[in-house]
């Protein structure tokens, strides 16, 4: 054995465990996907979730998600910097969280993925959980029961989905922001007719 030979073992394995701690960190555990069986996204997971972004037509939406709990904050990045209503995210991730396919075709053929339009999708959601990815990807096609075909990251399988899977793809930027006002109660009912102090009594 060379010399050189316990010292080309040690560089390898340093890169595994670099790869390992850069591009496995944050994906799920076998446990976790386990659980999940069944989901639409069985890869994703709610806590890990570090940045959302969107792609619809022309339309370009990024949230980013900063710290943990009670100090979980989420802020608006794309297409304006704002701050982001977590109840309304919070919605958004449940949905998709749960989302069921209401059938998943395993081996579709070349002709079947042009048919339903995958190569060309015409919207994408993406969840980065730190250097892990989920991408979504959403088919022009549509089938003829309604619905969508959608395909998680590259794999081979579609599933269709319902129209309501098919609505998380078109919200807006405006639907995440926190307005203003929100909360803000309507006093106008609670004041009362001021008195008229120049009409003297009978």
């Known amino acids: 054995m060379s010399a050189r030979t316990p010292v080309?073992?040690?560089?390898?394995?340093?890169?595994?465990?670099?790869?390992?701690?850069?591009?496995?960190?944050?994906?799920?555990?076998r446990s976790e996907i386990e659980s999940?069986?069944?989901f639409l996204l069985e890869a994703l997971v709610r806590e890990r979730i570090t940045r959302?972004?969107?792609?619809?037509?022309?339309?370009?939406?990024a949230l980013r998600r900063e710290g943990e709990g009670f100090d979980e904050t989420?802020?608006?990045?794309?297409p304006k910097q704002a701050a982001a209503d977590p109840e309304v995210i919070e919605d958004y991730l449940r949905s998709?969280?749960?989302?069921?396919?209401?059938?998943?075709?395993?081996?579709?053929?070349?002709?079947?993925?042009?048919?339903?339009?995958?190569?060309?999708p015409k919207a994408e959601v993406t969840f980065e959980m730190g250097p892990a990815v989920v991408r979504v990807s959403l088919g022009s096609g549509a089938p003829v029961d309604g619905g969508g075909y959608v395909r998680i990251d590259d794999h081979p399988?579609?599933?269709?989905?319902?129209?309501?899977?098919?609505?998380?793809f078109g919200r807006t930027a405006d639907?995440?922001?926190?307005?203003?006002?929100?909360g803000a109660p309507d006093l106008s009912d609670l004041v009362g007719e001021p008195?008229?102090?120049?009409?003297?009594?009978?």
């Open 96 to 120: 998709w969280e749960f989302a069921i396919p209401v059938r998943t075709l395993q081996r579709p053929t070349p002709d079947d993925l042009q048919s339903f339009g995958i190569d060309t």
């Open 36 to 38: 999940r069986s069944g």
């Open 74 to 78: 989420w802020t608006l990045e794309e």
């Open 8 to 29: 080309i073992l040690l560089v390898i394995a340093a890169v595994l465990l670099a790869y390992v701690l850069l591009f496995e960190r944050g994906r799920p555990g």
């Open 175 to 182: 639907a995440f922001e926190i307005k203003n006002d929100a």
């Open 52 to 61: 959302i972004r969107m792609a619809s037509g022309n339309e370009r939406i």
């Open 157 to 168: 399988q579609v599933s269709v989905v319902s129209d309501d899977v098919v609505a998380l």
């Open 195 to 202: 008195e008229d102090a120049g009409v003297a009594a009978p």
